[in-house]
């Protein structure tokens, strides 16, 4: 059997390079996008045969178009899609221009539905898929670190994930979400050491999470074993929130 190929966004850092690193070494052919050109050219290096890096900015529809466009007809089939790509604008609400928080929304949701909505006739035709967005903890309980645009974003994709699950599943497609809390990125470096600690002390298993703890969950929800799960949320988030 050919091997399945993984559409991944805001690909080549963070959770997102976890992602496809994880996606690699189970065997999938991985097309990352992301508009780091730089670091997503020597990903490619990196993971030369496995890996291939596509300029996109998820707020461009054409680039989006063009991308899906660019990796079907390259490989024939897109089993996989993750929205991962997510930005975070830290402001009070007094604080926060309108634009930044249109912006928020822009790549944190309307990048996402684009996605699905360009992908989805591909894996229709093909009679099967499997989704994940990269949601946040935000999305269920607000945003703990001051960003007015970033919850609400990440509750409208919670929504959207359950609106695709909805409509796609009766052709054989998945769409599923994950909700990380405090993982060790570029977007969590952000933190001051007192709120780092302070957010570490509010979590059960007393530590931040890992990368690559988020990818193992997305790599079980894009497997065989998940085929009965669609429109759930998963945190990854040691306990911090229990729902
Ligand atoms: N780090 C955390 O603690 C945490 C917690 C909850 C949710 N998340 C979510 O996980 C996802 C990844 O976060 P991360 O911490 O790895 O972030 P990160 O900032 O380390 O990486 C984000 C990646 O997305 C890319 N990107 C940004 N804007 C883009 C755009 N317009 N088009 C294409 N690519 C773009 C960046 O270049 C970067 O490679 C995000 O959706 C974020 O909201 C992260």
């Known amino acids: ?30 097309a990352v996008c992301d508009i780091d050109d730089r670091r997503g050219e020597m990903m490619a290096k990196e993971f030369s045969g496995s890996l291939s890096f596509y300029h ?17 007809s390259e490989y024939g089939r897109i089993d996989a899609l993750v929205n991962n790509a997510g930005i ?16 928020v929304f822009q790549v944190n949701v309307r990048g996402a539905f684009l996605f699905c909505k360009y992908v989805a006739p591909l894996m229709k035709q093909a009679g099967r898929g499997k989704i994940v967005n990269i949601s946040s903890i935000a999305g269920k309980m607000g945003d703990i670190t001051s960003a007015p645009g970033y919850g609400p974003s990440k509750a409208a994709l919670d929504s959207l994930t359950k609106t695709f699950a909805r409509e796609l599943a009766p052709y054989g497609i998945t769409v599923n979400g994950v909700a990380p809390h405090a993982i060790e990125t570029e977007m969590s470096a952000e933190w001051s050491a007192e709120k780092r600690e302070s957010i570490i002390k509010a979590i059960p298993l007393q530590r931040l999470g890992k990368p690559s703890e988020v990818a193992a969950t997305v790599a079980f929800l894009l497997s065989e074993g998940a085929d ?3 429109g759930e949320i998963i945190d990854v988030n040691g306990g911090f929130l229990m729902d």
């Open 228 to 230: 009965f799960i669609t």
């Open 1 to 30: 059997m050919s091997k399945k190929i993984a559409l991944i966004t805001g690909g080549v850092a963070g959770i997102g390079r976890a992602i496809a690193q994880t996606l690699v070494e189970q065997a999938y052919t991985v």
């Open 56 to 72: 996109c900015n998820v707020a461009k529809e054409e680039e989006i178009k063009a991308v899906v466009q660019h990796v079907y």
């Open 88 to 103: 975070i604008r830290r402001r009070t609400s007094e604080e926060i221009k309108v634009s930044d928080w249109d912006e």
